[in-house]
C-alpha cells in the first residue's frame, strides 16, 4: 500500500460517507453547511489515518473497505477541531482559503441579512465544527469492522477525543497565562496535536486489529508514537513562523500574530536579552503585526538559537522513535512505513 494508494483509498471513503449525509441537506438553505465541510474535507495531509491503518497492518490486520473508513473517519474528528481552532484563533485563512468563520461571514455579508456579520460566521463554524465532530463518530461506529475489534477499540477512541479537546483548553489557558515554561509548552504539544496526531491514532489501528491492547503494543505507542507526536507539534510550531504561506496556506508568521505561546517562544524568552525580550511580549499577540514585525521577531528567534534548539529537539525525537520502532514486534512492511511516516510528519513544509 502506498502513500498515493492509501490517500486514495481515504478519500474514497470520506466522499462515499459524504454522499450518504448528502439528502438530509436538501434544503437550499443547507446547502453552504455541507460545501464548506466537502471543501474542508478535499484537503490535508491524511497523516492520522494513516497512522491508524498502518497500526492495523502493523498487528496483522488485512487491507479492506473497514479499515479505510475507521482510518478515514479521524479527518472528520481532524477537521472538526480545525474549524473550532480556526474560530478561537480568529485565523483568516485555511489551506489557502477563508476559513469556515470567514467564509459563513461572507454568505452574511454577501445577502444583505440583519446582525452582525462576524457573529454569524463563528455561530456557523461552531454548528459545522459539531457537526464534524459527530460525523467522525458515527464514520467510525458504521465503518464495517468486526463488532467486537469496535468494542475493544471504543474506550481508546472516546479517550482519544476528550484529549483532544483537553489539549484545546491547555493551548487557550498557555496564551492566557502569558509567560510559559519548557514544560508547559511540551504538555500543549503533547495534548494539542501530539496524541491525537500520532500515538492514538497508531493505537487504535493496533488495538483495532489485536483486539486489546498487548504489552508491546503500550511501548510501541508511547516511545514511538509519543515522541513522533512531540515532533510533529514542533514543526508545525516551526511553520507557524518561519513557513513559506504558499506551502502552508496560511500567512506568514501568523502564529506569532495569534500570540501562541509554543517551545519555540519559550526557549526565545529564556535565552533572549532584556531588551529583546520586550520587542518579543511587546509585538507577539498583535493582530495588526506586519511584515517588518513578523521579520524582527524570527530575527530574534534565530538570533537566540531558540530556532536551532527546536530543530534538534525534532532530531533527537525522530531518532528516539525510530530505534523503538526497530525494537517493536511488526512486520518488515508496516516497520518502513512508519519509519517513512515519522520523517514525513516531522520534515514537512505544510
Given at each position: 500500500?502506498t502513500?498515493?494508494?492509501?490517500r ?5 471513503s ?13 434544503d ?7 460545501a ?10 491524511r ?7 498502518w497500526?492495523?497492518r502493523?498487528?496483522g490486520?488485512?487491507?479492506g473497505?473497514g479499515?479505510?473508513?475507521a ?5 472528520l474528528?481532524?477537521?472538526s ?6 474560530v478561537m484563533?480568529?485565523s483568516?485563512?485555511?489551506r489557502?482559503?477563508?476559513?469556515a468563520h ?8 454577501k ?5 452582525s ?9 461552531i ?9 467522525s463518530?458515527?464514520?467510525w461506529r458504521?465503518?464495517g ?9 471504543q ?8 484529549e483532544?479537546?483537553c ?11 502569558g509567560?510559559?515554561?519548557?514544560d ?8 494539542k ?28 505507542c508511547?516511545?514511538?508514537?509519543r ?21 502552508t496556506g496560511?500567512?506568514a ?6 500570540g501562541k ?13 532584556a531588551?529583546?525580550?520586550?520587542v518579543v511580549?511587546?509585538l ?10 513578523v ?8 538570533d ?5 534548539a ?7 525525537y ?7 520502532l526497530?525494537?517493536a514486534?511488526?512486520t ?10 515519522a520523517v514525513a510528519?516531522t520534515?514537512?513544509?505544510?
Open positions: 500500500m502513500t498515493d494508494a492509501l486514495k483509498q481515504v478519500d474514497r470520506l466522499r462515499q460517507f459524504l454522499d450518504r449525509q448528502a439528502p438530509a441537506f436538501g437550499g438553505e443547507l446547502e453552504p453547511l455541507m464548506a465541510a466537502d471543501d474542508l474535507l478535499s484537503g490535508g495531509k497523516l492520522r489515518p494513516a497512522f491508524c491503518y497500526g492495523w502493523a498487528a490486520g488485512d487491507d473497505p479499515v479505510f473508513s482510518a478515514a473517519s479521524l479527518e474528528l481532524q477537521a477541531a480545525l474549524v473550532h481552532d480556526d484563533d480568529k483568516d485563512l485555511r489557502g482559503m477563508p476559513s470567514r467564509r459563513f461571514q461572507g454568505v452574511h455579508e445577502s444583505g441579512w440583519q446582525g456579520a462576524e457573529q454569524f460566521g463563528e455561530g456557523a463554524a454548528l459545522l465544527g459539531n457537526l464534524l465532530l459527530i460525523w463518530g458515527e464514520m458504521t465503518s469492522l468486526p463488532a467486537d475489534a469496535l468494542a475493544a477499540a474506550p481508546l477512541h472516546d479517550h482519544m477525543r476528550t483532544l479537546m489539549g484545546q483548553y491547555l493551548d487557550l489557558l498557555e496564551q492566557a497565562q509567560e510559559n515554561t519548557f508547559s509548552a511540551l504538555r500543549v504539544a503533547l495534548y496535536s501530539g496524541k491525537y496526531s500520532v500515538e492514538q491514532p497508531l493505537r487504535l489501528g493496533l488495538v483495532l486489529a489485536a483486539g486489546g491492547e498487548r504489552p508491546w503494543i503500550t511501548d510501541l508511547v516511545e514511538y508514537g515522541r513522533v507526536g512531540i515532533a510533529f507539534q514542533l514543526r508545525d510550531d516551526i511553520l507557524g513562523v518561519f513557513g513559506d504561506p504558499a506551502e496560511k500567512p508568521g501568523d502564529d506569532l500574530r495569534e505561546r509554543t517551545m519555540l517562544i519559550a526557549r526565545t524568552l529564556a535565552s533572549a536579552s531588551g529583546d525580550a520586550q511580549r511587546e507577539l499577540g498583535d493582530r495588526a503585526l506586519d511584515e517588518q514585525g521579520t524582527s521577531l524570527r530575527a530574534i528567534i534565530e537566540t538559537g531558540a530556532l536551532r527546536c530543530e534538534d529537539l525534532i532530531a533527537e525522530l531518532g528516539q522513535a525510530l530505534a523503538a526497530g525494537r514486534p511488526v518488515p512492511e508496516a516497520h518502513e512505513a512508519l519509519a517513512a511516516l510528519a520534515s514537512r513544509t505544510t
